[in-house]
């Protein structure tokens, strides 16, 4: 029986190295292609993206598949809204927004028939800096004085916004006077001093670094946002988006909702 010289047992070790390597190679690409396939975007407005990143993680570990998240408004004007977005041809899997908006969407025929969910809602609430003594804001005057002895405010250019701007502060009488002082740059500008006060729906407001939470506005001028989930019409990626909208419905994802002061809607 003839003994392989050293020199051809190297070559054949060498061999077995270079298969092996181009196995696992093509497992790699193959696992890699998977994870391509299964990979989901959302696009989020600021409402729901706390509690969405909170509960993300559960959905990824159970399920396998990635979600990437985008962030745009429920309504307004300008480039950043989700409808603006859209248009231009980002591509997106699901949407979450507000009721309003995704009314908009639906009516526009950007999103899978059928597919929509309502989520979870949440009132307005008022926050300032932290440390700074808390204003009033427990009757509708005492909220009505607090707006116009402050110095700045901010509140969203979105669906909340525009209910401010549009219903409440000309009901309020206070429109004119509020104006030179608002702006929409977020509750984040509280917290560095940039702005006195910010009036956003409370799951917007909780947990920002710097600001204390005052609370909800008074009921007869208090707005609930319903934020909703669906489908983008045109998705490849269908029964990934049903998964994670069923998810985001269930009692897996009612934590992180009700930490960011939410109420879950769903079949909980």
Aim: no cysteine; charged share 15%; hydrophobic share 50%.
């Amino acid at each position: 029986m003839a003994v392989p010289s050293p020199m051809g047992m190297n070559a054949m070790t060498s061999l077995s190295r270079w298969v092996a390597a181009i196995a696992v190679a093509a497992l790699a690409l193959a696992m890699s292609s998977e994870t391509a396939l299964a990979q989901m975007t959302v696009i989020t407005s600021g409402g729901f993206a706390t509690p969405l990143k909170a509960a993300l993680p559960e959905f990824e570990k159970a399920t396998g598949i990635p979600v990437t998240v985008i962030l745009g408004k429920s309504q307004g004007a300008g480039p950043d809204t989700i409808d603006a977005q859209l248009r231009r041809g980002v591509a997106a899997d699901v949407v979450i927004l507000s009721r309003e908006g995704l009314n908009d969407l639906i009516a526009a025929g950007r999103i899978a028939a059928h597919s929509d969910v309502d989520l979870a809602k949440t009132p307005l609430g008022l926050a300032v800096r932290a440390g700074v003594p808390k204003p009033d804001i427990g009757t509708v005057d005492a909220f009505k004085n607090t707006l116009l002895a402050a110095k700045s405010i901010t509140y969203p250019s979105s669906t909340t916004g525009i209910y401010m701007a549009t219903k409440l502060f000309p009901q309020l009488g206070i429109d004119k006077a509020l104006a030179p002082k608002s702006t929409n740059v977020g509750v984040a500008a509280v917290g560095k001093g940039e702005v006195e006060m910010a009036i956003q729906p409370v799951s917007e407001l909780l947990h920002v670094a710097g600001t204390d939470f005052v609370g909800v506005l008074p009921q007869q001028i208090q707005y609930i946002s319903v934020f909703s989930a669906a489908q983008v019409d045109g998705s490849a990626k269908a029964d990934q988006a049903k998964q994670l909208i069923s998810f985001l419905a269930s009692p897996k994802a009612a934590a992180a909702m009700r930490d960011s002061g939410m109420e879950p809607l769903g079949p909980h």
